[in-house]
């Protein structure tokens, strides 16, 4: 396995998540759909293929 192309790759796909996760919170949360104080939010991720089943739970303080 070739390292360097392999961290870039996945870089560029945690990087993607990132953008349209934020992206979309923050949709929600002007269109008034996330009510106020914290909304909790999950990030599930799995690979084909694999037993990867990672869970990412959080919240984020909208006061």
């Known amino acids: 396995m070739d390292e360097e192309r392999f961290n870039m790759s996945l870089r560029k796909f945690l990087k993607q998540v990132g953008v349209t996760s934020q992206r979309e919170i923050e949709t929600i949360v002007r269109d008034g759909k996330a009510g106020g104080g914290k909304l909790k939010v999950r990030v599930v991720l799995t690979a084909e ?4 089943n990672h869970v990412v739970d959080g919240e984020i ?3």
């Open 61 to 63: 303080d909208l006061s």
């Open 49 to 52: 293929g694999t037993d990867l």
